[in-house]
């Protein structure tokens, strides 16, 4: 090759070469028109993100100058974004939250989270607000920028502020009614103490009255006993059948009671009549006879002015009455005789049949209970007959 030929051979290599680089500078330069145009795109996605998202977020550089408010934010303040953008975040920041924003420093490391704050909109108006802050820092740990995000809680604060009020509220009440209900129930301890001293004295009283009625009821008997000497103890053992008959017929306590002290003085008009009558030996006659069936009136005169709490005058003056009208002395029938009364009906003809009399020998109580057995639904009601008969035959019942 002569030297024409290689000269012209390097000039070819070198335009060859020069074109090659533009071709690359050309690819270069295209690849970071691309790459400008995607950070282009990339920004105004995250703007556009920024602008829109639904909670409230603003942008500060490290001195806490506010470079980016987007509309949550201006919806809940009231600022647009030329109002704020380039001033202090105190500009709407109400103490003592205003005196806290100072600038970032590099050694903050640590997030704040939901601080609450409050700030002051555009209309004047307050907004508590839940507030958080993260701190942006470069590849050298250097702060800076800050991205706060914020929350209206002020409906909230409100709400818990009402119901602390209620509470509190509501605890005053209760230690109020508390207090009222103490004093209420110092008062009831006062009160039944009081009550209790009175029911015991009532208690003291009743007792006293009941052994000065048992004391007049024994008096009552004896003095009946002490004219008819004959008779003495009749009372006393008629009380005891009326009490077994009164309880084989499931009577009350009190209806018991009551009958009982009937018994006991059931002869007490028999001081109307002549003693030598009481213990006449023989027969009487129908004169005689008429004044021994007065006592059953003379008794009830006697007894109807005491306040039993029994109807005990009522029992004594139809102790001689029948089933069929023909006792004395008002001839009554059936119904209008009283239980009580049947019981000692029953048990006066027991016992005086049983008993010696001065003008007749005991007869003996199987004898009696013939006699009331034989006029059962007759002269005595049937009811008291069989209580009577079964304590006698079945339960051994004696006289003491």
Known sequence: MDHSESSKKNQ?????????????????????????????????????????????????????????????????????????????????????????CGAFTDSVVKPVMN??????????????????????????????????????????????????????????QMRYRTEQLSKINQMLIVEISEREKVQESIRMGNEK??????ETISALASTVEKRDPY???????????????AK???????????????????????????AEILSKPSRLTSHEFSLITEHPQVGYDILKGIEFPWPVAKIVVQHHERLDGSGYPNKLKGDQILLEAWILIVSDVVEAMASHRPYRPALGVERALDEILSKKGILYLPSVVDACINIFLRKGFQFK
Request: aromatic share 4%; charged share 30%; glycine share 6%.
């Open 115 to 172: 601080k609450e704050c409050t700030i002051r909109r555009k209309d004047g108006r307050m907004l508590v607000v839940s507030k958080s802050v993260e701190i942006i820092k470069d590849d050298q740990g250097i702060t800076v920028a800050g991205v706060e995000v914020f929350e209206d809680i002020t409906v909230r604060k409100q709400a818990d502020q009402a119901l602390q009020s209620s509470h509190q509220n509501l605890e005053m």
């Open 12 to 100: 070819g290599e070198g335009i060859e070469g020069s074109a090659q680089k533009n071709s690359e500078a050309e690819i270069i330069k295209a690849q970071l028109e691309e790459l400008k145009l995607i950070s282009r795109k990339e920004k105004t996605y995250l703007e556009n993100i920024f602008r829109i998202i639904p909670t409230a977020v603003f942008l500060t550089d490290r001195n806490r100058i506010v470079i980016g408010w987007n509309k949550r934010a201006q919806e809940i303040t009231g600022y647009a974004p030329e109002e704020i953008i380039g001033k202090k975040c105190t500009f709407f920041a109400e103490a003592p939250c205003s005196e806290k």
């Open 209 to 214: 009255l009941k052994r000065v009625l048992t």
């Open 248 to 274: 084989e017929l499931n009577l009350p306590e009190e209806k018991i009671e009551g009958v009982k002290t009937a018994a006991m003085i059931h002869d007490i008009g028999k001081i109307c009549v002549p």
């Open 231 to 245: 008779t003495a103890g009749h009372q006393e053992r008629v009380a005891q059948l009326v009490l077994a008959i």
